[in-house]
């Protein structure tokens, strides 16, 4: 898969817990979840789940903690994908 | 001075009808919201009948968003979140804003919360998925959900909070919120209950045989309050909700007001001298009625109308007593009395707030509801007051005081007396 079509996976997993859908369609691998799309932190652990549903991948706490960010997120995934 | 206390918005989530509007409609005409349900027969229920009221998706999604929505899975907080804010709106105040109400608080029970959840969630946590649950688990299932919900969809700033008191809880909620207006704490309280529906919370009264196992071909003559072949109460769920405030702040916004909260009182009976973990201890439900009578500063004459608690039991004869012996008053002399769990059932923790609503419909509306399926009155409660005060066919007549109780599992009792508004 590559690193646009992982975007888009992405973008859809979040949409349903993003509450600022203008930061949703600027959306870049610079966008932060929290302060970007403005999702809820308690949120954070079900875009995991949904993550994790997608690309039948397993994600560890540490890995947790990082996923702040699509570009973390990215880089977490495919390095889950590629393991 | 203490102030005065209205009622000046409801709302209400019953078997027979989903909003004010159609619950008025209902409980006027004295239809039934009890039905079969088949999943309670597949899982060998002896009771398979209950009430449920019936909220499409598209209802659902009037008061939630889509996110809020996912992986939502939990009855009581759906019904209490409706009601609430239908009787936020209702009272005419509005949400759409980014303030808090410091002046505002809410009470709004329940007996447990997201019981379907909390089931989904104990299965996942067995087969050791923890991290399954993600972040919907604990909002949905703790007993305060349904406040937490509505406090922020309202923006409530004072006393948000939940209580519990079984079969009691809607009419303590009434009475707490009461009290906060009453010691000047609060100018606005949204008060209610809610219940879940459904085998997980049904199953334990099904196991204790106090439900009726004879009526699951004949659903609508289930639930027969006060008649000789009453044989345990049929389950129900809902929601009631009311906007309490100071009679001040009431004129101030020009609000509609149903009707005046002149006070009441909860008590116990302590599991002695007859009371038990699910009988009450006659005297104490006596004291808590007398006590009503007193703090509301009625005597007992004044009162015409009684909503009993009369959940179709073998007890009802000894509710009656208990009601002619507190108010002094029988045969003739005794007030008109109903139960509205005859309509809906017996909505456990939300049944207090829901037949709070029913009687303030009462005095707004100036009728009483007809009790369903009492053409058999049971021969212990026609020898202690006249049949005919049991009020049968829908009433049109001058109402100015009612009388609403409720008595629990533990031994606890709440007793409200409402009178009507008149400017």
């Known amino acids: ?83 | 001075m203490e102030p005065r206390v209205v009622i000046t918005g409801m709302g209400v989530v019953a078997p027979n009808a989903t909003d004010l509007t159609s619950f008025l409609k209902a409980i006027r005409n004295g239809e039934s919201g009890i039905e079969f349900h088949q999943n309670l027969k597949d899982l060998n229920f002896s009771c398979c009948i209950g009430g449920i009221p019936d909220i499409s998706e598209e209802h659902k999604r009037r008061y939630f968003s889509d996110l809020e929505l996912r992986g939502f899975d939990s009855s009581g907080i759906l019904y209490g979140v409706i009601a609430g804010m239908d009787a936020w709106n209702d009272a005419g105040l509005s949400s759409a804003n980014d303030e808090v109400d410091y002046d505002t608080g809410m009470v709004f029970g329940t007996g447990t919360s997201g019981v379907d959840k909390f089931r989904d969630a104990v299965y996942k946590l067995d087969e050791g998925k923890v991290k399954r649950l993600g972040s919907t688990a604990v909002i949905q299932t703790m007993a305060s959900g349904v406040t937490a919900y509505l406090g922020g969809k309202l923006g409530l700033g004072n006393q948000v909070t939940t209580n519990s008191s079984a079969c009691t809880t809607g009419t303590e909620a009434l009475l707490m919120g009461f009290d906060r207006i009453k010691s000047g704490k609060a100018t606005r309280m949204l008060v209610g209950s809610c219940s879940d529906h459904g085998p997980y919370i049904w199953g334990g009264f099904d196991a204790m045989r106090v439900m009726t196992y004879k009526h699951n071909d004949s659903p609508e003559a289930a639930s027969r309050p006060m008649s000789e072949t009453a044989s345990g109460f049929v389950p129900g769920s809902g929601a009631g909700a009311l906007v309490l405030e100071t009679l001040e702040s009431a004129l101030n916004r020009g609000a509609t007001i149903y009707a005046e909260v002149l006070g009441g009182n909860v008590n116990s009976g302590g599991q002695r001298k007859g009371g038990t973990m699910t009988a009450p201890n006659s005297e104490a439900v006596q004291r808590c009625i007398s006590d009503a009578l007193k703090e509301a500063g009625v005597t007992p004459k004044q009162i015409d109308a009684i909503n009993g608690h009369l959940t179709a039991t073998t007890k009802d004869p000894v509710e009656i007593e208990n009601w002619t012996k507190a108010l002094q008053r029988k045969g003739d002399d005794f007030p008109y009395i109903n139960s509205l769990k005859s309509h809906v059932g017996h909505c456990l923790a939300a049944a207090g707030s829901i037949e709070c609503v029913a009687t303030v419909l009462q005095l707004k509306h100036q009728f009483l509801f007809p009790n369903r399926n009492c053409e058999d009155v049971h021969p212990e409660i026609s020898k202690q007051i006249n049949p005919n005060q049991i009020v049968t066919e829908s009433k049109s007549l001058s109402l100015s005081h009612i009388a609403k109780a409720s008595f629990g599992f533990g031994d606890v009792n709440g007793c409200i007396i409402f009178k009507s508004y008149n400017s």
């Not at chain 1, 859908?21 to 932060?32: K, R, Y």
């Not at chain 1, 903690?65 to 889950?80: G, N, R």
């Open chain 1, 1 to 83: 898969m590559t690193r646009e079509e992982l975007i888009q996976s992405l973008k859809k997993i979040v949409e349903p817990y993003v509450q600022d859908q203008e930061a949703f369609q600027n959306l870049s691998e610079e966008t932060d979840f929290i302060n970007d799309l403005k999702i809820n932190s308690a949120n954070l652990v079900d875009v995991i789940l949904d993550v994790e549903d997608e690309f039948d991948i397993e994600i560890d706490n540490d890995a947790m903690e990082k996923m702040l960010s699509v570009k973390a997120a990215l880089d977490i995934i495919e390095s889950k994908l590629s393991s």
